[in-house]
């Protein structure tokens, strides 16, 4: 799988379970929507992953990394809450960041490899 591709997949679970949690709830919460725009912006980063752009492609991997820290603090508080549904929405949205994570890196160190071969 391309790394893209796993960017867009993450955006979009990110924008449905982010939905899902704001309007699901019956005392919604504005910051209920930060995986929703995060999910915009992965999606508007995919098409300069897709190219190989450098910097959209650290802007991404960024992104991704800020939402996995920041996913720390709802999980616990969901399950300080027992609120079954915001733990595994939680839980999705961070394993698919971590999933976009670990092809980021991959990435990474194919091209890092890919410019060491072109210089020898």
Same mark, same amino acid.
């Given at each position: 799988?391309? *790394?893209?591709? @796993?960017?867009? /997949?993450? $955006?979009?679970?990110?924008?449905?379970?982010?939905?899902?949690?704001?309007?699901?709830?019956?005392?919604?919460?504005?910051? &209920?929507? +930060?995986?929703?725009?995060?999910?915009?912006?992965?999606?508007?980063? *995919?098409?300069? /992953?897709? %190219?190989?752009?450098?910097?959209?492609?650290?802007?991404? /991997?960024?992104?991704?990394?800020?939402?996995?820290? &920041?996913? *720390?603090?709802?999980?616990?508080? %969901?399950? $300080? !809450?027992?609120?079954?549904? &915001? +733990?595994? !929405?939680?839980?999705?949205?961070? @394993?698919?960041? &971590? @999933?976009?994570?670990?092809?980021?890196?991959?990435?990474?160190? %194919? /091209? !890092?490899? %890919? !410019?060491?071969?072109? *210089?020898?």
């Amino acid at each position: 799988m391309k *790394v893209y591709f @796993v960017t867009m /997949v993450n $955006g979009f679970v990110l924008i449905l379970l982010g939905l899902i949690g704001y309007l699901g709830s019956q005392t919604p919460s504005l910051t &209920a929507l +930060i995986p929703v725009v995060a999910g915009i912006f992965l999606l508007y980063f *995919v098409k300069g /992953v897709k %190219a190989e752009n450098g910097l959209i492609a650290h802007l991404a /991997v960024t992104l991704t990394l800020v939402l996995l820290i &920041a996913f *720390v603090k709802p999980l616990s508080g %969901a399950i $300080g !809450r027992s609120d079954t549904g &915001a +733990i595994v !929405r939680v839980s999705i949205m961070m @394993v698919s960041s &971590a @999933v976009n994570m670990i092809y980021f890196i991959l990435s990474f160190i %194919a /091209v !890092r490899k %890919a !410019r060491a071969k072109k *210089v020898e």
